[in-house]
């Protein structure tokens, strides 16, 4: 076949065909004439090598990211494939279908996972990721923020999926699969060293270089550890940690529900916030009865908070004040109350003695190999995040007026740019629900293996520990802004909060000093990760009937759509 000259490297082409022609389009908006003879899979991958697609490491001791050749339908039909998967179940194409023998006729191999929308193909040491649009690679189900519906055009789509392997990683799958590669990608697990006149592969300090075993609390019941236990069990507090975010609402007082309003305020990518500069467990954990609480060891405490008192000190006189009857405890996330011992992540218990509750540990799963492993990660996501905003106008130097004005028209603005930003907050958030990936298919029975315990980043550990960051950190800036206002929440939905409000605006339930500054640890308007937007206002009448419905208002109270099922 005819080679193209390696004149240009990108870490991706859209391919189609125009007449039943093959034509590239590289992520600067140029396009690429197709050898005439790529006329299948195996050519399109071997074409793909030898143009120079590909990205380079993201780090010291990471890899280089082989091409990625995303097929829209006119490309479909031009390399012969299937217009369609017909295995619904599966998602893939049969593995006696010709279009799979012709790749392994080819001298190349497919992964588990075989010919389906997102396949990868390696033969030696070159490898290439496909994504088959019309397969369904960029589905709603895979969180790719409606990418797939704005950038129809295949130099648009080339464009935007050229701006996330810029910012992000380069795609291999759903946008949680993506995020999970971008951990490796910053964090590689081994780097290679020369020993003894021969090269070896050896961990990298401060990555997660192998599976470890979750300890017992953490492990889910699926999980073989998980085998012994009861169903009693399986929803005690006492044997498996619930380190989940909040779903908690109440009706209103008397005095509150006089409020003509109420408004919700949203932290932004609030997972992603809660992972910076937070200490995880890297290596296994470690058994101990009776332990001292220390809040700079990562693990899962058994402790009885069950009659601790939640209060504060007030910001003028320093002294401790209990918190009103209304608020939802910071220990659960239905914000109940506990009513025994219970395992919670370090966060958690670090917080409790913020509260000055006394924390005495029953016992305890450790591991004293820590770290900041998810740094790295979280920075990159977060100028991802910032630079998108940008682009739509969005920026940290906007007076809180006009960040809320610039967030209500966000939409009417490049949809393209909107769609990437939402396949950016899906990837901080879709990466720590994955570190717990649960079976999926048939196995050999409840608690037998499946494939993703045998990954490095399959810690359950680390997602307890972003979880409870994120959920205290919302009790703290909730306790502060009852201290400054005497505000206190209606309902929590995951990062999402609703207040009753004279004023139809966030500005009027964010706590402020007295010069009207922003109050330090409090919520605060603006774009950047762990900061605040306005989620909705409704009227109080409105709430009281989504309440009288038994359903938590922070659901609805943007634009009226279901947030939790939509991904938000």
Known sequence: MTL????????????????????????????VDVPADVADLVTAAEWAVAYGLGAGPLSQHGEAAGPLLVLTVGAVEALGLPARLDDRKRLRVPDDHPAVKAVEEGGWQLSR???????FLFRDRAEVHVATVPWGALADHLRWGGIEDVAVDPAAL???????????????????????????????????????????????EGSLSAPVDPALPEAPDEHPLAKDR?????????????????????????????????????VNTAFLAAANRLTVGIGEAVYTDGPQFDKKIPGCWLVDLSGAELRTKDLATKEWKTLPAEFPSPFTPDGKKPTGPAWYATPTLAYAVELGIEVRPLAAWLRPEAGGYLDLWHNRLRDAYMDTLADLGITADMDEEAFLAGMATIKERDPEAVALLSAI???????????????QGKREGRHAPWPALKRPTWRPDIRAAVISAARVGAHRK??????????VPLAILSDCVLYPSAYATAR???PRKPDGTPLPGGFRLGPNPGYCKEEGVRPMSWYRDVVAKAANPGRFI??????????E
């Open 4 to 31: 193209t000259e390696k004149t240009y490297t990108a870490p991706l082409l859209v391919l189609d065909a125009e007449d039943g022609v093959l034509v590239g389009h590289r992520p600067d908006v140029t396009r």
């Open 113 to 119: 996972a075989g010919l389906a929308p997102w396949s």
């Open 158 to 204: 080339s464009y935007v999926l050229g701006l996330y392997a810029e910012r992000v990683i380069t795609p291999s799958g759903s946008t949680a699969a993506c995020s999970l590669a971008l951990m490796t990608a910053v964090r590689p697990p081994t780097r290679l060293v020369r020993r003894a006149g021969r090269f070896q592969r050896v961990p990298v």
């Open 230 to 266: 009861t169903r009693e069990e399986s929803r005690s507090p006492e044997h498996v940690i619930n380190e989940e975010a909040y779903d908690w609402y109440r009706e209103p007082t008397e005095a509150e529900a006089a409020a003509p309003y109420v408004v919700g305020i949203d």
């Open 425 to 439: 907050k899906q990837t901080a958030k879709g990466g720590i629900g994955k570190l717990r990936e649960k079976p």
């Open 478 to 487: 909730m306790v502060k802004t009852w201290n400054a206002t005497g505000l």
């Open 508 to 510: 009027a339930v964010v």
């Open 558 to 567: 943007k634009e009226g759509r279901d947030a939790f099922r939509e991904g």
